[in-house]
């Protein structure tokens, strides 16, 4: 969301009129537009998308688009004493394959999911997004698909799309490339932090389902794809109602709004988004030392894509369960006797998948059973 440049008010050299339309090529006089920047389709940019960041403000929000920085009043959106959270976060070389099919509505989703749900581990409520949006040509249209979804994801989970910036950098990017940066700001009161230390062993591990892959192991996804020669335009093999690139490109869940509830509920001891590592990385980050998981392979049915990928690799199941989500996106850890009132808060399916025993030193998985069709 580049801002137009503002005229300066006072300059040591020889006055110099500012108009908006890009200078007109003169003679041997170089020009921005020339070199592949054009000033005139980014302002446009900006007013085409400047009604979808709007759409997503709310209480808090002070003042709107336009601004050199956006200004959020965390008292005004009902917060009395609280901690600021931020993160920041890509989509990957999952972009490469949304470039090469030609389908760019669901990246704005994996943006804002992948940095929201981490956010909500700690128990805090996304308050705004900012974007970075970058590349080589600016394209309206994929533009404008990218920040509508990124708008719709915010929407869905009561974030304001704060604002961001677009960069045109011909040189750096080729073609129709394209990358994505995001940027999430949240809050949660002083006392509602949570920080897994009150995680003890007979605890249950349950289990959110993901959407398909989300945002990591894209690399070896592609490769896969690219060894085998496969199409993203043909049926996929393990969802013949969807191509290949349809169903390898299904957004990335956004678990703000279930993991909200239950965390309102006062009965969640901590959680886990299931990123890059997978399985056995990132649940281990809210265990204390001294405490391990077991995980039950057998307790959740995992999507059909995680069954191909593991067979045309072929990929090992350790090897899936350190790079793919393996069909569970978010972990949440509670004591045995409130996983009821948890699940139900959640809204969704959440079967126990594993538990918390004893361990020595620090924590670590254990899977078990864990196995591909």
């Known amino acids: 969301m580049t801002l137009p440049p503002q005229p300066r008010a006072h300059c040591n050299g ?38 979808l960041a709007k759409a997503t403000h709310g209480p808090g929000v002070v003042g709107g688009i336009g601004g050199f920085a956006g200004i959020f009043d965390p008292k005004a959106a009902g917060f009395d004493d609280p901690l600021l959270l931020a993160a920041t976060d890509g989509v990957g070389t999952k972009l490469k394959l949304a470039i090469e099919a030609g389908w760019h509505d669901g990246v704005g989703q994996d943006l804002v ?143 703000v709004n279930a993991c909200l509830a239950a965390v309102a509920t006062g009965k969640v001891k901590g959680l886990a988004h299931i990123t890059g590592g997978g399985l056995l990385e990132n649940i281990p980050r809210v265990v204390p030392d001294g405490l391990d998981v077991e995980i039950d392979g057998t307790a959740w049915d995992k999507p059909a894509v995680f069954d191909w990928l593991a067979r045309i690799g072929p990929v090992a199941p350790a090897e899936m369960a350190r790079t793919f989500n393996c069909g569970i996106g978010m972990a949440v850890v509670v004591a045995a006797e409130d996983a009821g009132i948890v699940t139900e808060a959640l809204g969704e399916p959440a079967p126990a998948i594993g538990r918390i025993v004893a361990g020595d030193g620090p924590s670590a998985v254990h899977l078990k059973d864990f196995a591909f069709a």
């Open 14 to 51: 020889p006055w110099i009129e500012y108009r908006r339309a890009a200078l007109a090529h003169s003679g041997n006089h170089y020009t921005y537009r020339q070199a592949g920047v054009d000033i005139a389709a980014g302002n446009a940019f900006v007013r085409a998308i400047s009604g």
């Open 113 to 255: 999911a992948m940095c929201v749900n981490d956010l909500v581990v700690a128990g805090a409520k996304p308050l705004f997004f900012l974007d970075y949006y970058a590349t080589g040509k600016l394209d309206q249209e994929i533009g404008v698909a990218i920040v509508g979804g990124i708008a719709r994801a915010c929407g869905e989970i009561g974030c304001a799309l704060l604002g961001g910036e677009t960069a045109e950098m011909p040189g750096l990017y080729e073609g129709d490339d394209y990358d994505l940066a995001g940027f999430a700001v949240g809050a949660v009161e002083r006392g509602g932090l949570l920080t897994g230390e009150t995680i003890a062993t007979g605890d249950v591990v349950l289990g959110l389902a993901s959407s398909g892959v989300h945002s990591n192991g894209f690399s070896l996804v592609r490769r896969l794809v690219a060894d085998r020669g496969l199409r993203l335009d043909e049926p996929a093999p393990f969802d013949t109602s969807l191509n290949l690139g349809e169903a390898l490109l299904r957004p990335t869940a956004l678990y």
